[in-house]
């Protein structure tokens, strides 16, 4: 069973450990290097973009399995969306033990109701272009690439958008 919490001040040990564990596995293979380093998954640098309440954490079967990073304003890669316009999903992770148990689409759901909840009518995020099976998780979960670019000249990245439509109302 999937359960989502918003994260808290004594979480940020768990959501280190989340991604550092995807960290160790993820991506090397596809692109030949690790979308984050050490350093940036590390609360040290976290904490310089985000508060603990800004991640949610996903348990599979109680145990801390996943976790997103959401904020309502990313000037570094979405310099055009006004603050508070749309979400943006950042440092999505689902440790090794808990892949293909649908805990990222779990969380991207979790996270569009935060949308419908907030009255935002999008939601955002960036990838890397070149690793076809994250880019599948983000479209069958409603994400249309909007613009590639390459970044810092060495990172091809996606910029994904995903138009939120609240059917409760």
Known sequence: MIKIKTAAEND?????????????????DVIGMSLWSNDSIQWKHLSTTFKASDFYIAYLDGVPAACVAVSDHDPEFWADIPKGESLFINKLAVMRFAAKQGLADALISHVKSVCADKNISALRLICHSHIPKLRSVYERNGFVCVNEKILYEKYHTAFYKCDIYDERR
């Open 12 to 28: 940020i040990s768990t959501i280190e450990n989340i991604l550092t564990d995807a960290l160790a596995w993820k991506d090397i």
